[in-house]
T-cell receptor, first 115, second 117 residues
Framework: AQKITQTQPGMFVQEKEAVTLDCTYD???????LFWYKQPSSGEMIFLIY??????QNATEGRYSLNFQKARKSANLVISASQLGDSAMYFC????????????FGTGTKLQVIP | DGGITQSPKYLFRKEGQNVTLSCEQN?????MYWYRQDPGQGLRLIYY???????QKGDIAEGYSVSREKKESFPLTVTSAQKNPTAFYLC????????????????FGSGTRLTVV
């Protein structure tokens, strides 16, 4: 079975500072994908970044980077230069290669950016 | 622009009533999914469909039903058998094979907030 663990229910960060949101995962599969989504108060899920299990380099998308440590089974999200608009819930998720590629989500981290 | 449309945005249900949540996509995606989100929890899979006229139960299918008569549409019915239906419901779709990698290309709708009154 696959499992995603996010141990930080809530985080505060000062505007313009960097912040790391933790995510660990558990699977015995060799082929999988890891994602981060942002969910603002409006409820929509906004895709941020993706890391494939065979990708050798850490994924980056603008101010977002994914610190992928395969041996430790961690996939932390780093947001650089935080902005007030970054205040939202953040979900880590994983998809396996087999079957219907169901995505399993963590419980989320609520990030609040302080001016 | 391509995307997923969920309607209505807010829905109120009386006790014992069935209600249907709409999900339409124009992305030409084969696979579609329904998730439920409760406060303080992540998303849990209700039903999924990989092709037209075929769908499978997810982790929490009891009290829900779906149909997939057209590729673009995947409506979810919350039946009176669902004891605690108040939640936020999200529909998603994905192309069957993504060159980018496993599971890449999930697209979500903007959700329907269902409340029992």
């Amino acid at each position: 079975a696959q499992k995603i663990t996010q141990t930080q229910p809530g985080m505060f960060v000062q505007e313009k500072e960097a912040v790391t949101l933790d995510c660990t995962y558990d699977t015995s599969d060799q082929s999988y994908g890891l994602f981060w989504y942002k969910q603002p108060s409006s409820g929509e899920m906004i895709f941020l970044i993706y890391q494939g299990s065979y990708d050798e380099q850490n994924a980056t998308e603008g101010r977002y980077s994914l610190n992928f440590q395969k041996a430790r089974k961690s996939a932390n999200l780093v947001i650089s230069a935080s902005q007030l608009g970054d205040s939202a819930m953040y979900f880590c998720a994983m998809s396996l290669s087999g079957g219907y590629q169901k995505v399993t989500f963590g419980t989320g981290t609520k990030l609040q950016v302080i001016p | 622009d391509g995307g997923i449309t969920q309607s209505p945005k807010y829905l109120f249900r009386k006790e014992g009533q069935n209600v249907t949540l709409s999900c339409e996509q124009n992305l030409n995606h084969d696979a579609m999914y329904w998730y439920r989100q409760d406060p303080g929890q992540g998303l849990r899979l209700i039903y999924y469909s990989q092709i037209v006229n075929d769908f499978q139960k997810g982790d929490i299918a009891e009290g829900y039903s779906v149909s997939r008569e057209k590729k673009e549409s995947f409506p979810l019915t919350v039946t009176s058998a669902q004891k605690n239906p108040t939640a936020f419901y999200l529909c998603a779709s994905r192309e069957n094979r993504s060159p980018r990698g496993t599971g890449y290309g999930y697209t979500f709708g903007s959700g329907t907030r269902l409340t029992v009154v």
